[in-house]
């Protein structure tokens, strides 16, 4: 019963399938019987794969994916996985609970856990306001350089992480109201221009003499309370140093004019409770270690 | 003019329906029973395989001193501390480029042999033929030859089959137990995890991987055998191409044995071939191949087929080497009635593979040698890229990774040159705006320090470059990092 057509190959004597590339021919060798057998035992394999895993996909109308007779479910896997690491993490997060922050940034391994641990709370919590490495922006300060509003020590800043500034429901939250000058009357609209000429006279950018003459006893009745006589800040009540060369509204006299007339007052929430307290000493140490740390 | 023709249905166009193929498409596994071979490549194959087993086994438990708190195993990759030790040469995750220069030497060794000598790497030293030869000695050892081993088979089950039968399978079992086991030992110290092994201290990867591996050599050399380098080898493939006419393969010289016919004593030689048609190269094949069809894909060139050709030659009385190491041209020579060329080891593709190993083998070497024991990285800040401090002053944030290769603690002074009026500090060692200042580096170890260079506002020069040295107190030994300090413009 042979196929008249049959194309035997001349060298090996052995049928060839009959299809020729270059004039090279595929010889017809049958397969060995145990690759057919691995591949039944694949289809088998296969099917058991479906039935204890998920496999198939949520088409429309079913709601969700097969779950499978195992429940195999990456996302609790990676659930579980995150509370395993957790707990594994507890031994190092309970020394630095134990431990000062002064402890922790002077112990070299201490120090080391505590700046892992509180580079990525700050990417996930931080960053968006200060800025990846904290360099900061309009209206967030830079917790690099060496200028703080409220505090640089170590426990200063926790004591910021933890409470917060301005955080309304927090009790214990750095709190000071700067006035809305202009807009709530209680200075005209030229003397706004006068003061801002006075502030502007701290780092001698001033060209209206006159109007620092004449803003000086508004200073001396309004902000000097606060800001010093001389401009020099006063960090118990977050106010800023105005004669230093950072400025974080800008710099510019309309800037500060608008300081003036609006006030500022910004916000940062408390992190108490949001994160643990091994978390906000962390992040206390790793704030403190950006190159700013008192 | 190049002509595909891609004829998918012989039978199209003709009319009538396709007849049913007179080939089944899958046939069953021919098993092979390998006759014990005797002669001198016998006897070198029982060499290597002694050789390179022991090799094997026994490498991971050689020591090699190399200093305190650093594992003293003689090859080792130490995947828990990042680096593998080979004796003297030590890989850290920075010089990967090492192995990857040890893997082109070693294919390049591959190509040059096989352009010389043929599949000598699948006839004697890879793994598959060492351990399957292993374990035919072994079921030669329980079953008996050859012959013994097809009656044994076809036997209907007794005590006797049963007791061979389960001593092999014991054996086997205890060998792929050992060659299993011996592998974990290499990514571990060797005593502690063969102890660790036992009493259910070992990793679970230790476990893991020695069952597979456990089960990988009892099948691929218990059972599977030829069908690895027949169907799941590429290595066959490539040496398929690599190989030449002017190689030298185990090669039936069909110039001196055809025509081929039994030969009863007494009669003459004349007017045919040395091949007396005995078949026992075919019987003592580990493949199952005829060596006398030529060239073949199966064939790994163990070349024990010349060992069985000489002994038969020896007996009736003619001259040994029929079957013998031999070049395809020279073979195609003498059938066309010429004398062969000599034989040239010296061609375009072996000098060129001499020359590229020579070449590799030498940078390798140079590498080696000149490798640094102590590496400098200073990674500039890229957020924030400069602060302004409130004294006016710029500062720039970097961090400075000390790797300390050698095995005792290094001091290193830290010093800039280059930055006018430029003062710094390290997180953690303080104090605040020296001009040089010293680190202690432990040894066989890495270490991150961030460092604050603070400099003077300059408008007019938004970047600087600079060199910061690191020396060591001791030896003099000093590094040179160039960076730069940024300020705003």
Request: hydrophobic letters at 40%.
């Amino acid at each position: 019963m042979s196929d008249p057509s049959e194309d035997i190959d001349a060298h090996s004597g052995v049928e060839t399938t009959g299809h020729s590339w270059d004039g090279i021919k595929e010889l017809n060798n049958p397969l060995p019987r145990w690759w057919l057998i691995s591949w039944y035992i694949s289809i088998v394999w296969a099917i058991g794969y479906m039935i204890v895993m998920p496999a198939i996909p949520a088409l429309p109308g079913m709601g969700t994916n097969t779950l499978g007779v195992w429940g195999q479910s990456d996302r609790t896997n990676v659930a579980t996985a995150v509370t395993e690491l957790k707990t594994e993490r507890q031994a190092s997060s309970i020394t630095l609970l134990d431990a000062s922050l002064e402890e922790i940034e002077s112990d070299r391994e201490l120090q080391q856990f505590a700046l892992a641990m509180g580079e990525s709370l700050f990417g996930d919590n931080c960053a968006t306001c200060h800025g990846a490495g904290g360099r900061g922006a309009k209206g967030y300060p830079i917790l690099a350089d060496d200028i703080w509003l409220w505090d640089g020590t170590l426990d200063g800043i926790e004591t910021t992480l933890r409470y917060g500034i301005r955080h309304d429901s927090n009790d214990q939250t750095r709190f000071s109201m700067m006035p809305r000058f202009g807009r709530d009357g209680i200075l005209t609209s030229s003397q706004v221009d006068d003061l801002a000429e006075y502030v502007l006279n701290f780092s001698d950018r001033s060209h209206d003499h006159a109007a620092v003459t004449r803003a000086a006893p508004i200073w001396q009745a309004q902000c000097a309370s606060c800001h010093g006589e001389i401009g020099t800040g006063d960090r118990s009540v977050g106010a800023p140093n105005l004669t230093d060369a950072e400025w974080l509204y800008g710099s510019e006299p309309r800037d500060i004019r608008e300081t003036i007339y609006n006030a500022r007052n910004s916000h940062m929430p408390a992190w108490e409770g949001r994160l643990d307290d091994a978390s906000i000493k962390a992040l206390a140490v790793y704030v403190h270690t950006l190159g700013g740390g008192e | 003019m190049t002509k595909v023709t891609l004829n998918l249905h012989p039978s199209a166009g003709k009319g009538g329906p396709t007849p049913p193929p007179a080939k089944p498409l899958y046939e069953k596994r021919r098993q092979i029973y390998p006759k014990l071979a005797h002669g001198n490549f016998r006897m070198v194959k029982w060499v290597v395989m002694a050789v390179s087993l022991g090799v094997y086994y026994l490498i991971p438990w050689l020591r090699w001193n190399r200093g305190e708190g650093i594992p003293n195993q003689a090859v080792l990759a130490d995947f828990g501390s990042e680096k593998f030790y080979f004796f003297f040469i030590e890989i850290w995750p920075q010089d990967i480029h090492y192995l990857a220069g040890l893997l082109i030497f070693a294919s390049l060794g591959l190509f040059l042999v096989t352009s010389l000598l043929g599949r000598v790497w699948c006839g004697y030293t890879c793994p598959q033929t060492v351990w399957t030869d292993l374990y035919i000695w072994v079921e030669r050892a329980f079953e008996g030859d050859r012959a013994a081993r097809i009656r044994l088979d076809k036997a209907p089950m007794s005590a006797n089959k049963l007791i061979r039968k389960t001593g092999k399978h014991v054996v086997w079992l205890i060998i792929a137990f050992w060659t299993g086991g011996a592998f974990i030992l290499y990514w571990h110290d060797a005593p502690t995890v063969a102890r660790g092994w036992f009493t259910g201290e070992a990793p679970l990867s230790a476990y893991w991987f020695a069952g597979i591996l456990t089960l990988m050599t009892y099948f691929l050399a218990g059972y599977l055998r030829e069908q690895v380098c027949t169907h799941m080898c590429p290595w066959p493939r490539i040496q398929g191409a690599l190989t030449d006419e002017h190689a030298l393969n185990v090669t039936y010289r069909y110039d001196r044995g055809e025509p081929r016919a039994p030969h009863r004593k007494g009669e003459s030689w004349e007017e045919r071939g040395d091949c007396i048609d005995c078949n026992q190269c075919v019987q003592v094949c580990p493949v199952g191949i005829d060596i006398r069809d030529g060239p073949q894909l199966e064939c790994i060139h163990c070349a024990l087929c010349i060992d069985a050709c000489d002994q038969m030659m020896t007996r009736i009385g003619r001259p040994t080497a029929l079957i013998a190491y031999d070049t395809d041209v020279a073979v195609a020579t003498r059938a066309a009635g010429q004398t062969p060329p000599k034989h040239r080891l010296l061609r375009a593709r072996t000098l060129l593979y001499t020359g590229l190993l020579v070449i590799i083998g030498a940078l390798m070497v140079f590498g080696l040698s000149t490798k640094a024991t102590f590496e400098v990285n200073i990674l500039k800040d890229r957020s924030p890229p400069f602060v302004r401090l409130s004294s006016g002053d710029i500062r720039n944030g970097y961090t400075l990774k000390l790797v300390n290769k050698t095995t005792i603690s290094r001091d290193m002074t830290l010093s800039i040159e280059g930055l006018d009026e430029a003062t710094f500090r390290i997180i953690g060692i303080d104090p605040e705006g020296v001009t040089s200042l010293n680190l202690q580096v432990p040894p066989h170890g890495v270490d991150r320090y961030r460092i604050l260079v603070t400099a003077p506002a300059n408008d007019s020069d938004p970047q600087t470059t600079f060199t910061l040295h690191i020396t060591d107190t001791e030896n003099g030994e000093s590094h040179a990092n160039r960076t730069s300090f940024r300020r705003p413009n």
